[in-house]
């Protein structure tokens, strides 16, 4: 804690990496340990309801099935639903790491440019890690307003690029992923095995079934549900960074 003085033992704390030993010199074993986690699978359901009466008259006033038609949607939902948890799922595997954003940006006042910056911040945390970043995941709210960015623009940077709707398509040198189903609170840089998702069984139609009333009286209604199973998990939360919009 002091001024060192003649003959006082000084200590020194080093890492010694032992792989460059010479000819027919023992060679250093390395010390790995592998991991397992248990994946949850639960099911997936979502059921309807359809009137007799909105069967006969779509068919014939409406020309279309409402039978489809209506378990598309049932379906569309349930993918929605499960997408969703899958991505609050790696925004939660990145807010759990300290010192994990790349940096806040007020989309109200600050330039298109610091978000940018930001991205690239995050991006390198991973990097740091000894992983590779291979996306970015944000809103399409966010993707619009990144969309504003200078560096899209003929004199811009080569590798900032716009989809076909006009949304930002990817920048700083990795494809940019816009969904409805991602918060405008967050960007994420991730690594693709981030989530392990596994769909245990595919999604399932199973129905009509006969409709009945409180007191055990039937219906002239047909019940229809889907049903997959899905399990989700997140091995390894570091292959996650994030920048805050605010």
């Not at 002091?2 to 023992?26: C, F, H």
């Not at 069967?55 to 409406?62: A, E, G």
């Not at 095995?193 to 595919?202: S, T, Y």
């Not at 219906?219 to 997140?234: F, S």
Request: no cysteine; net charge neutral; charged share 20%.
């Amino acid at each position: 804690g002091g001024a060192i003085t003649d003959n006082q033992s000084l200590k020194v704390d080093y890492t010694y990496n032992a792989i460059r030993k010479g000819e027919m010199a023992p060679i250093e074993r390395a010390k790995l340990t592998l991991s397992s986690m248990i994946m949850t699978i639960a099911a997936d359901r979502l059921a309807t309801q359809i009137s007799s009466e909105a069967i006969v008259f779509s068919r014939s006033q409406l020309g279309y099935d409402v039978r489809g038609r209506m378990m598309n949607n049932v379906i569309r939902e349930v993918r929605r639903i499960i997408d969703t948890g899958i991505i609050y799922l790696a925004i939660s595997a990145s807010l759990q790491q300290a010192n994990n954003s790349g940096g806040t940006w007020a989309s109200a006042s600050d330039a298109v440019v610091k978000l940018v910056e930001d991205m690239g911040v995050a991006k390198t945390k991973i990097y740091n890690r000894y992983y590779t970043p291979t996306a970015f995941l944000m809103s399409q709210t966010n993707a619009d307003r990144l969309s504003n960015w200078d560096g899209f623009t003929r004199l811009g940077w080569p590798n900032a690029i716009l989809d076909a709707a006009g949304f930002a398509g990817g920048v700083k040198g990795l494809p940019v992923f816009a969904t409805s189903e991602m918060s405008d609170r967050y960007i994420l840089a991730v690594n693709r095995e981030l989530v392990i998702h596994r769909v245990f069984q595919p999604m399932q139609l199973k129905g009509p079934f006969p409709s009945y009333d409180s007191t055990g009286k039937m219906i002239a209604a047909e019940q229809y549900y889907v049903e997959e199973y899905n399990g989700d998990v997140v091995p390894i939360p570091q292959k996650a960074s994030h920048v805050i919009v605010t």
